[in-house]
């Protein structure tokens, strides 16, 4: 193997995080100032789903909704968005739901569109459900004033 094919072969490995023995690495992640800032692993299925709800209210502007109800078992693929059975412009006011907000309608462009952007399909990727579960890492953010 010549010397560049090893090099790039090297890179390669070291790109995707393996060892000598093909094993990954141990990677932690630190500040610029040098401080360990890797959150622990938390440990699968030691939490719970809050029960269903009333709306959570929002802590800062232009936060996304909270989602005040369990969705486990939800389908939300390419063809089919679970979400839409109650929280779609035609079906908002008979389920109780709180409707789509417009900006899901928009392309990247600002142009209206008349189905949901795709881009804003995915509804679990911005809107996530309560849990149990502890905070893995300490948090002293306060709401803003202005919310409320």
Known sequence: MNRKTRNLVLALIASLGLGAA????????SSVRGVDVSAPEPAPGNFRQLPDSPPI??????????????????????????????????????????????????????????????????CLQCHVPQTDARPLVENTFRPATGVR
């Open 22 to 29: 093909g094993a990954p690495l141990a990677q932690t992640v």
């Open 57 to 122: 209210p929002r802590d800062y502007v232009q936060q996304p909704p909270l989602v005040p109800h369990k969705v486990e078992g939800y389908e939300v693929t390419v063809n089919f968005n679970k979400c839409m059975d109650c929280h779609s412009w035609t079906r908002y006011l008979e389920a109780g739901a709180t409707k789509v907000s417009l900006t899901h309608f928009k392309d990247r462009d600002g142009g209206e569109l008349s189905n949901i952007s795709p881009r804003r399909y995915f």
